[in-house]
């Protein structure tokens, strides 16, 4: 039975999903890191939400982790580049808090608009300042959204319906989702000069960070205001508080700071600023919906190996689990057979799928591949890791489908560019279990045993005769023999599964035989 560590307070719903599901759960909140990094090699899983940090020093010495599942959407407390590094798949939920993230955002610019918080201040003490909080209506202003992804989509919604117009600044948002959203495409300098207000729905990346900027506030509309439940960092905050003490910013309410908690802050005091203490996702259907969707998405990836909302690793349905199993082993293989074939530099690996397989998700079984023919290299390598490995190294990754295949159902072809040239192996499925089906362009059809030799030799009389002789002397006893050649005399190959380990001085002793051209032992 799998096992989960909840190191932060979860409903208990979300256990009760996991011993449902037939998961372990083991609830031990407020744990110190050196109570965690002591327990924390017993388990499988870890679910928490922002408390518990999962940093480089707990990955280590997670020695069975498979998965870390962060019940909401910010992973800063999770060491994503040290856990894809070790294979644990690091899985977020993006959407349980979307609505309450979005409805704070919308309640920040009623707040701001109206002045609510310094209205209620002063009336509490007993002041009735009814004409010093002159506030602007929303309807009619034009809202900037800095982000147009699931969360800025719903603002954009609320805000529709508030008679706003809505403009939009995201690079990866398409004409047409912009005109099913409702708002109007435009380039990042054309939302600042035209905005009455501008609120951030974001990642924080290189590429976002402080996009507002001192340089950017400055080309916004005077008298702006400013929301940010997104990211602390989206904004420079101390360019902020230099214009709302000038009044070109008109206000700014936020939830999230660069440094958090947020005890003191270079935009606390100054005028017209509204400041809440990371609440975005604080609501009661927030916390219960994203605490029951990282329990479901921890059990199934560690029952069926099903993969959703993972932020290192290709998603995988329940659904497709089962029929993709087979082709990951397949890939996998393959990719180890080719990494084991090859001695020198890899610049470029292609993936091609033919047949059903083509009309799968890919993705893992490309990941699965990669991670074949880099471990020779990376001994620790993973189909987590395996992309990211190929990307730091500069290896070309392609894919390629065909919907037929001429002779199998299915075929997985992984192609090598190495500075020496190509080389090509495929394979297929067969009764559920992976086949290789060609080797440097030679067909066979040869199963994957534990131990293999490889042998490529001039197709000539008296050859098979002379590797059984030499095996038989060894005491290495043949589990399979196949063949493939080009044509008779000619280049030719052998692949025999065998159940003893071949030693160095065998494998010489084969290298020897006559029209021999290379021999050399496989593991998988």
């Known amino acids: 039975m799998p ?12 256990v009760d999903i996991f011993r449902q599901r037939g998961v372990e759960a083991d609830v031990k909140t407020g744990l ?61 939920t993006p959407f349980g808090n979307s609505i309450t993230t979005a409805e704070h955002a919308v309640a920040m610019m009623f707040a701001l608009a109206r002045q609510i918080p310094a209205a209620d201040a002063s009336t509490q003490a007993g002041k009735w300042e009814k004409n010093r909080f002159m506030g602007i209506e929303l309807y009619a202003k034009t809202l900037g959204l800095i ?68 340089e950017s506030l400055a080309k916004a509309k005077k008298g702006v205001l400013i929301v940010n439940c997104a990211r602390g960092g989206l904004v420079d905050e101390a360019a902020l508080r230099a214009l709302l003490d000038s009044g070109h910013v008109g206000g700014a309410a936020f939830d999230v700071f660069v440094e958090e ?18 609440l975005g996702a604080s609501t ?16 199934d990836y560690l029952l069926t190996g099903a993969v959703t909302n993972a932020l290192n690793s290709p998603s995988v349905s329940a659904e497709e689990a089962p029929k993709l199993k087979p082709f990951v082993a397949l890939a996998e293989r393959i990719g180890a057979f080719a990494g ?24 893992p079984l490309t990941a699965a591949a990669l991670a074949g023919v880099m471990r020779p290299v990376l001994a620790e390598i993973n189909m987590v890791s395996a992309p990211a490995a190929a990307r730091e190294r500069g290896v070309t990754v392609t894919e390629s489908k065909q919907d ?54 001039q197709d000539k009389p008296g ?54 051209k290379e021999a050399r032992i496989l593991r998988f």
């Not at 508030?162 to 099913?180: G, N």
């Not at 610049?347 to 998700?361: C, F, H, P, R, S």
């Open 340 to 363: 084991q074939m090859i001695d020198v530099e890899i610049k470029a690996v292609e993936l091609a799928y033919e047949g059903e397989v083509a009309q799968l998700n890919t993705r």
């Open 261 to 278: 908690p947020a005890t003191a802050n270079v935009l606390f005091g100054a005028p017209n600023f509204i400041a809440t203490p990371h």
């Open 3 to 14: 096992r989960v560590l909840i190191a932060d307070k979860l409903s208990p719903a979300a």
């Open 147 to 214: 982000g147009a992804g699931n969360i800025g989509s719903i603002v954009a919604d609320r805000a529709n319906g508030l008679k706003m117009k809505v403009v939009a600044y995201d690079p990866f948002l398409s004409a047409e989702r912009a005109v099913e959203i409702g708002v109007e495409k435009v380039e990042l300098d054309e939302l600042l000069a035209r905005a009455d207000i501008i609120t951030l729905h974001t990642p924080l990346t290189d590429k976002t960070r402080n996009i507002l900027s001192a």
């Open 463 to 516: 050859f098979i005769g002379a590797v059984g002789a030499l095996l038989a002397d060894a005491r290495v006893n043949i589990a399979t023999f196949n063949l493939g050649r080009v044509a008779a005399g000619e280049d030719a190959i052998c692949l025999i599964g065998v159940d003893q380990e071949p030693d160095e001085g065998l494998v010489g002793r084969i290298r020897a035989l006559p029209h021999v």
């Open 32 to 92: 110190s890191k050196d109570e965690l990094l002591k327990i924390i090699g017993e388990y499988d899983g870890l679910a928490v939400r922002s408390a518990t940090k999962a940093d480089k020093d707990v990955i280590a010495a997670a020695g069975q982790l498979k998965v870390i599942g962060r019940a909401g959407i910010g992973v800063d407390n999770v060491d994503i580049p040290a856990a894809t590094s070790k294979g644990i798949v690091v899985m977020n």
């Open 404 to 457: 037929d295949s001429p002779v199998f159902e299915s075929l997985v072809r992984i192609t090598v560019t190495t500075t020496m040239g190509k080389r090509s192996f495929a394979g297929t499925v067969v009764a559920g279990t992976p086949r290789i089906v060609e080797v440097k362009g030679m067909e066979l059809d040869a199963p994957f045993s534990p131990t293999m030799l490889y042998v490529n030799n």
């Open 284 to 299: 009661l259907e927030a916390q219960e919906n994203v605490a029951l969707q990282v329990a479901e998405q921890m059990s």
